[in-house]
């Protein structure tokens, strides 16, 4: 299998990193090398355009309440106690009890409906959040917008991996996990703007809702025309095209048109340890990213701003998310390792926290804000990009995806409760929580880098007591990762 540190993202580089690879040798020619390089432009500027700008809308949505809070919501709804934290937080036990059976899910619906229809649900279920006169129809709008919007994430990981080769999806990835960034710098500055505009028959925080339901709703109506199900029948490619990535795809066993859901893949997902540790990595650096998605705009109202000011600030530590993000993947490439380019980020990110805990002082309080803001989203970005360029089979990594997005994105469910207003404007409980959630995410990295490590170095000696001679084709696809060939990326 793929050995060694990513190589450079290039049709050269399939040749050299494939060689090595799932299912014997696969060369190239030179005419091919141009047509996957063509392919791989039209993916690009077709199906990652519309997955990251959809992506991009969600990150909207998701942090549109923590600006409609700012913005007069719980004055206008009486909001007690911990009212606006289970809103917060109620959102990720919805995505907990859906997420699991939707990448299943997707090898029954056809993917361009399931990926748009997400997005027309929870765009639908966001503009009804405006018309909510109580906490607990807040928190029942947010419990079914986690529910809706569930499909959507795990859905377009596993998409991408069965239209990329297998040492292209990590750049994809990263990508894909960046263009929340985008959508968290729009929506300071938007909200802000409905903030102070005012006016009308509704309040700010209703305005606020409604227009952001209304942009991801007139995205999710282009998913049906951008978006194809599998590479095999799409009609944008040339049949040189199709017969390529499919010879490609056949080679790395990710025909996903082809095959059908495998349940011993599901309960192998489900037993593998590696899988629990990427989803402890995945909870962990949750639980620090949604610092600043969840109360950004409330953390930076505490240090003497203004709300609308306080929204339009967001713009600027948002944007520190999406350079953390976007810089991920290359991080990697130039330490040579997922594993040490996480490692990196959780000691950045506990400096910021170590500040914040420090010091009583604003302008060290701001930047302690945009340190953790630019480190803490890279693991939860890259984790499970790592984790699929890690998986095989054609049902192991649509499951392992699931757990780990759906139990791992229970992290901001334990942040959401440890900001608390009494607790303004040091919040010394909720930054040593997730100070303590980022070393936790450090060890689960290190410890998950020494089990492949182990893994490899087992396989490489012979040691793997496994005869291929004795198994059937479906017997030897259903080892996925677990085949003697296959090396883990450290």
């Known amino acids: 299998m793929n050995r060694g540190p990513r190589r450079r993202d290039s049709v050269a580089s399939l040749t050299s990193v494939e060689r090595d690879g ?13 047509t996957l390089s063509k392919y791989i432009r039209k993916c690009d500027r077709r199906l990652m355009f519309y997955l990251c700008m959809g992506y991009a809308t969600d990150s909207l949505n998701k942090m549109a309440l923590s600006n409609a809070k700012v913005a007069g919501l719980t004055q206008d709804l009486n909001l007690q106690g911990t009212d606006i934290n289970w809103a917060l937080g109620v959102y990720y036990l919805g995505c907990l009890l859906f997420q699991l059976p939707s990448n299943l899910v997707l090898k029954k619906v056809r993917p361009i409906y399931w990926l748009s229809g997400s997005m027309f649900c929870w765009s639908l279920v966001t503009m009804a959040t405006a018309f909510v006169r109580s906490a607990p129809e807040l928190i029942c709008c947010r419990f079914l917008f986690g529910a809706v919007q569930s499909g959507y994430l795990t859905g377009s990981l596993y998409y991408i991996s069965f239209w990329y080769p297998r040492h292209m999806v990590r750049r994809r990835m990263g990508f894909f996990f960046a263009s929340s960034g985008l959508g968290g710098i729009v929506v300071g500055p938007l909200c802000s703007a409905l903030t102070s505009a005012g006016g009308g028959k509704l ?10 339901g209304a942009i991801s709703l007139t995205w999710s109506f282009l998913g049906p025309i951008m978006l194809e199900d599998y590479p095999d029948k799409a009609q944008f490619l040339t049949d040189s095209e199709r017969q390529l990535i499919l010879r490609i795809m056949e080679q790395q066993n990710t025909v996903a048109s082809s095959q059908q859901v495998r349940v011993a893949q599901v309960k192998m997902a489900m037993a593998d340890p590696r899988v629990w540790l990427w989803t402890t990595i995945d909870f962990c650096a949750n639980a620090a990213t949604q610092v600043n998605g969840m109360f950004g705009p409330t953390i930076i109202e505490s240090q003497g701003y203004s709300p609308a000011v306080a929204q339009a600030l967001t713009a600027l530590t948002n944007f520190m998310a999406f350079s953390g993000m976007a810089s991920i993947a290359y991080i990697a490439r130039a330490v040579r390792g997922s594993s040490t380019a996480i490692a990196l980020s959780n000691f950045v990110t506990m400096a910021g926290f170590v500040m914040a805990l420090a010091s009583s002082s604003t302008a060290v309080h701001m930047t302690a804000l945009f340190l953790f803001s630019f480190a803490s989203p890279q693991p939860a970005a890259h984790g499970p990009a790592w984790e699929m360029a890690n998986l095989q089979g054609n049902t192991k990594p649509a499951m392992a995806a699931a757990i780990t997005a759906a139990f791992g994105g229970l992290g901001p469910l334990a942040t959401a409760f440890v900001y608390r207003d009494q607790d303004s404007p040091k919040y010394a409980l909720g930054h040593s929580v997730c100070l303590a959630m ?11 880098r020494a089990v492949l490590a182990r893994e490899n170095s087992r396989r490489d000696q012979g040691r793997q007591s496994l005869d291929l001679m004795d198994l059937t084709e479906e017997q030897i696809q259903d080892l996925a990762d677990n085949h003697p060939d296959f090396r883990y990326r450290l």
């Open 22 to 34: 799932d299912a014997g040798k696969l060369a190239l020619s030179d005419d091919e090398e141009q």
């Open 203 to 212: 309040q700010p925080w209703q305005y606020i809702f409604l227009v952001i």
């Open 438 to 448: 980022t070393v936790l995410c450090l060890v689960a990295t290190l410890v998950l």
